[in-house]
């Protein structure tokens, strides 16, 4: 019994035509595949080969790492008349969030007579209570 022979044999980067190399990477930017999908349908061996075509032959800028930037804030652009009624809002919905959690707890300490609060809170939301 004969073993198969194999054609396989090392490629390099000059062996690819620069037709060749320019489809695979207008085949990438354009988004039809990655880099590592290109390198298996083609039949390329290096890892980085198609890496080092985009950074060569490819429009996108490769030179330099993308910059993370902070995105821009309405708070930047708001006058301060907005900026306190904006401030006004957030104090009644934690106001109003407050209340229903001091309920909450009234409830189970009526319920299950756990003793969640301690008594000089309670006793200051009496008098809180009796004020208004």
Not at 28 to 37: F, I, L, N, P, S
Not at 76 to 81: Q, R, S, V
Not at 84 to 112: G, T
């Amino acid at each position: 019994m004969t073993t198969p022979v194999s054609t396989h044999r090392k490629r390099t980067q000059r062996d690819y035509s620069l037709g060749f190399k320019l489809q695979v990477v207008a085949a990438v930017e354009k988004g039809d595949m990655t880099y590592k999908q290109a390198q298996s349908i083609y039949g390329i061996q290096g890892r980085s080969t198609v890496l080092t075509w985009l950074r060569k032959h490819g429009k996108m800028n490769w030179t330099q790492p993308p910059r993370m930037t902070m995105p821009k804030t309405l708070k930047a652009k708001e006058t301060p008349a907005q900026t306190i009624k904006r401030l006004e809002k957030q104090l009644e919905d934690e106001h109003l969030r407050n209340l229903l959690l001091n309920e909450a707890v009234d409830i189970i300490d009526a319920e299950y007579g756990a003793g969640l609060r301690k008594k000089y809170l309670a006793k200051e939301r009496e008098a809180f209570k009796n004020r208004k």
